[in-house]
């Protein structure tokens, strides 16, 4: 296990075009993406990326909607930061961390209109969907904004509705075969500025080095869905630039890990 | 009614359903484990001796063994669990601290804290009890000085039929009286470090459902020493 | 053996019974249970004659007096530093013992060692509540900069610095970094990148598969394929006791 590197030993390495752990700049650790992980949960996932582990689940409530939206479904993204993923968590109310990791994801997924909201409503003004996504990582070895953006893809492509009786009572013993109305894809990938070179998928040593990172949320053909600055330094115009490149590429590759129809 | 048949198709009223067990599943805790019975599993994560804080919590004989017990909002059939303080989970916090510490010898880390994790991703009944079955194999993979690991299932009656291990539907069943017993045991000796019960049952069935519950304990433990075994290959060390 | 359940270097697991009736006696990390001797922790049974023992395989850092170890400095107070032994016990380092230099009384300690200053020092005392002094006057120990650090299993220290520092020193000669290791599991690697990270990865390796024998034949070939040069076996050098210098 590595301990906090200092800043400029990690400059020396990237000067040669090296991570810490030998990657390139620009290179992930192996992603695997498993799908039906948890029974009870209408649809789940679990995600690695190198040794970061993360478990998603998608439970769904039938509910009432809101007053200004009365023919749509909601969905709410949360992530908890358990202490049994890392030395570094702490049990109790969630921290900062843990909300804007839940904010980024959820800004990655509702407001790129992923999921047809519409679709959820089952009586206007009355009855809608609530689709519930609950990230939980296992193991944090760093980068876990990617790894939990694709955790939430991956379970909500996995959920399946549950029966609803005649009397409208939902039966969760019984699961139909009707999935999510998904429109998009989005995948997350966050970037990470350290002096003036930009890597990807940073390992725990290399997250407290960095000045300021960009998750870049993006569609299969390209489109930029969503944005989230993070970090105490500034990013210039060009940062950016180079940055949702790479995000858009990088998204392409973990987008393949998926399966399934690519949209 | 009679109880002939169990609801999962279980042979015997003593079987287990099926389990699997791995120690080291967690790279960044000292010490971890995955314990799955039937479709209720808990991940186990240890870590510790590390320093204690509040300083007012330190005991200067010995370390302090501190448990949290959580189930992911995904976890079980039916409605989302509600992240967030939740007094059920914080009752089997206590309780499996009482099941793991008999066994611990923290003598030699005065003033420190061996934490321990438990999360559920899903959960069919038996879920206290798994979470202990992981948490001891985790403390053993931290090398946590310990007498015996603990084992923990649940024993019982289901209508008038005295079972182990039962499952979410064996606890909903309705054509008779259910009790439903968690046990955690110390192997080697019997000694009982977790005892509850919900439901009714006579003192007859109660002592017999103890008597059949041991025999599980022996299997139970078999699983858990398999998943530490298959951890640390032995092999033919070269001499230092 | 009669009694015997178990055999030599066997992994054994708590609880689990490794003789049984009274010839043996049960030593370190193994207690008696009626007529059975029993396992207290994972780890490895060892027999010699009639005493049965155990190795750990894991488990924290148990600091002793005279063991060298790596440090980090936490916090500076007025007559000392204190530092983190990566154990549940931090460690005193006083304003004696953290440097060769006279120091003023009211100096600014921060000259010598400030908070984040990695060091390798040498355990002076430990009291039966854990207390602990290190020194840095001694050969070898001083602060360690330009270096990457990395933490294994301080019960895997032996394996990886090998019979009188042979693992070690092949390391270092293949890579070309300078290396030490701290007893408490603390490593510390310096030299070009690439070789850092050659480096770290063979200690991983001797790490995870000190079991195995004939290691140090496989880390040889290991060793010789990633930087495409032979490995001389030189005779073993006679250094000094562990977290010796380069």
Known sequence: MMMSESRKHITEYLKKGLRLDGRKLDEFREVSVEYGVSKNAEGSARVKIGGTEVIAGVKLNIGTPYSDRPDEGTLMVGVELYPLASPEFEAGPPSIDSIELARVVDRGIREAGAIDNKALCIEKGEKIWIVSVDICPINDEGNLFDAAGLAAIAAIMDAKFPKVEKDGTVNYKERTKTPLPIKKRPIPITVWRIGNDLIVDPINEEEKSTDARLTIASLSDGVICALQKGGDATLTVEDVDKMTDLAIAKAKDLRSKLGGKSK | MSYTKRVDGRKSFTELRPITAKAGVIARADGSAYFKIGNTAAYAAVYGPRELHPRNKQIPTRGLLRCDYVMMPFSGMGDRVRPGPNRRAKEISMVTQKALDPVLDLQDYPNAVVDVFICLPETDAGSRCAGICAASIALADAGVPMKDLICAVSTGQVGDKVVVDLDYAEEAYSDGPVSDIPVAMIPSTGELTLLQMDGEISKKDLMEALKLVKESMNEIYEVQKNALKDKYPAGGDDDE | ?246
């Open chain 3, 1 to 246: 053996m009669s009694g015997l359940t178990i055999n030599d270097k066997d992994v054994v697991v708590p609880g689990e019974v490794l003789a049984e009736g009274m010839d043996y006696l049960p030593s370190h990390g193994t207690y008696r249970l009626d007529d059975t001797i029993r396992a207290g922790k994972l780890g490895l049974a060892r027999i010699d004659g009639k005493v049965i023992k155990i190795i750990p395989l894991s488990g924290v850092y148990s600091p002793r007096r005279n063991d060298v170890i790596i440090c980090k400095v936490f916090d500076v107070l007025m007559s000392g530093w204190r530092v983190n032994t990566f154990t549940p016990y931090s460690a005193m380092l006083s304003m004696k013992d953290g440097t060769n230099e006279f120091i003023m009384k009211g100096a600014n300690l921060t000259k010598y060692h400030q908070i984040g200053d990695y060091i390798m020092c040498k355990v002076v005392n430990v009291t039966s509540q854990r207390l602990i002094d290190v020194t840095m006057k001694g050969p070898g120990l001083r602060k360690l900069d330009n270096g990457r650090f990395i933490r294994v299993n301080s019960h895997k220290v032996p394996r990886i610095i090998g019979k009188q520092g042979s693992m070690v020193s092949m390391v270092k000669n293949a890579t070309g970094c300078r290396i030490l290791v701290g007893q408490n599991g603390v490593v510390w690697v310096s030299g070009e990148p690439e070789m850092e990270i050659l480096a770290i990865e063979t200690i991983k390796k001797v790490e995870k598969e000190s079991h195995v024998s004939g290691l140090t034949d496989t880390i040889k070939v290991f060793l010789e394929e990633k930087t495409g040069k032979k490995l001389e076996t030189k005779a073993e050098e006679k250094s000094e006791p562990e977290g010796e210098q380069q």
